[in-house]
Every structure is written in C-alpha cells, then in structure tokens.
C-alpha cells in the first residue's frame, strides 16, 4: 500500500496570501496524483489530477505540481471560500490511498 | 447537470447488511467507471470499491474484500453496494463518485452506522 503523507496538518495563512500544500508518497506514483477540497458538511470536490491539470471549473488560483513521491498544490491568492480541508490521493496502483488532510484556516 | 444520489444508509446491528444505492443522472452512465469511497467521522478518505463501465473489472479494498459486493445496473443508471457482515468499522458517510481512478462528481453520501 503506497502511504500518502500530507504537510502541514493545519495551516494558517490570511486571506489573499498564497498557500502551499504538500504531499509526499511512500512509494513513486509517476504523475498519478489528485487532489480535493472538501468543506464542512460536504463531498470532496476534484481540483487537480494527473499532479497539474486543474478539473472543469477550478479556477486558475489552484496549480499543482511534481511527480513520483513529491506534490505541491499551490492556491495563489486566497479567497474566503478557499479555507477547507484539502486531501491528496494516489491513483497509481489499486489500492488508491489519500493522504491525511491539510486543514487551511484563516490567519 | 451530473448528479449522483446515494440512499440506503442506516442504523444496523454487528453482523447485519444494507444496501446501498446511487442514482445517477446527467450523462452516460453506462460509459463511466464508478467508485464507493467512504469518510468514517471525523477522518479521512478510504476507497472502497470500484467497478468498471461493463462491470467487467471489479476492485475492493482488503478492509472490505469478501464482506461488500459492488454492481450497476446500467438500463436503470444504478450504482450498488451490497454490504454484508457488518463491523462497528464501517461506520462511515459512504460516497458515490464517477470516476476509476479519480472521483470528478460525488453525490451528497449516505451515512451508515453500525452499533448494537
């Protein structure tokens, strides 16, 4: 099973500021790496996969970056309705496995 | 518009069985792969289980393997997830997500919750 390790567990950045997340696999997953936000209350939403490319409707603030056991998503400028849980998940081998969360949270 | 719809979830003894199920409508189901992914409360992601378009290719998690079934029905645009032996475990919101390998639209999920 390839462990996905998100970094940091919580982060607190100020509104319109850039946040970093990252994700580390145990194991390379090539570039087959996805990554959510989810909100209290509700399903996870697909921001990115294949590492980089954004899905239909995510805005451009929102990138994704790197391949085989190193990933960051990156949000450029931060807006209210960004602060959420994000998770990473790899999709390389069945057993798909999600990282932990990054909790973002307002400064 | 995609929407998924999941119904089913419950309260249910150690031991018992429910069945779930996710509605589907908004595009060509029969075309797409599709998952269960569940959220116990409070925690993270964990994919249980999916199924390819023509149900020819059929993944479990080791958690569940042997315990839950996943099928479609495609006529009726239908996901199912059969879950039998019951573990306190299991106790979980589970999703419905379209997608094999990445879930693009989930539906609203369904709580399951197994206590005596």
């Known amino acids: 099973e390839v462990v996905m390790t998100q970094s940091p567990a919580t982060l607190s950045v100020s509104p319109g500021e850039r946040a970093t997340l990252s994700c580390r696999a145990s194991?390379?997953?090539?570039?087959?790496l996805a990554w959510y936000q989810q909100k209290p209350g509700q399903a996870p939403r697909l921001l990115i996969y294949?590492?980089?490319t954004r899905a239909t409707g995510i805005p451009a603030r929102f990138s994704g970056s790197g391949s085989g056991t190193e990933f960051t998503l990156t949000i450029s400028s931060l807006q209210s309705e960004d602060f959420a849980v994000y998770y990473c998940q790899q999709y390389n081998n069945w057993l798909y496995t999600f990282g932990q969360g990054t909790k973002l949270e307002i400064k | 518009q995609v929407q998924l719809v999941e119904s089913g979830g419950g309260l249910v003894q150690p031991g018992g069985s429910l069945r779930l199920s996710c509605a589907a409508s908004g595009f060509t189901f029969s075309d797409y792969y599709m998952s269960w992914i569940r959220q116990a409360p409070g925690k993270g992601l964990e994919w249980v289980s999916y199924i390819s378009s023509g149900a020819g290719f059929i993944y479990y998690a080791d958690s569940v393997k042997g315990r839950f079934t996943i099928s479609r029905d495609n006529a009726k645009n239908s996901l199912f997830l059969q879950m039998n032996n019951l573990r306190a475990e299991d106790t979980a919101v589970y999703y419905c997500?379209?997608?094999?390998?990445?879930?693009?639209?989930w539906g609203q999920g369904t709580l399951v919750t197994v206590s005596s």
């Open positions: 997500a379209r997608g094999g390998s990445t879930g693009d639209w």
């Open positions: 194991q390379s997953v090539s570039s087959n």
């Open positions: 294949g590492a980089s």
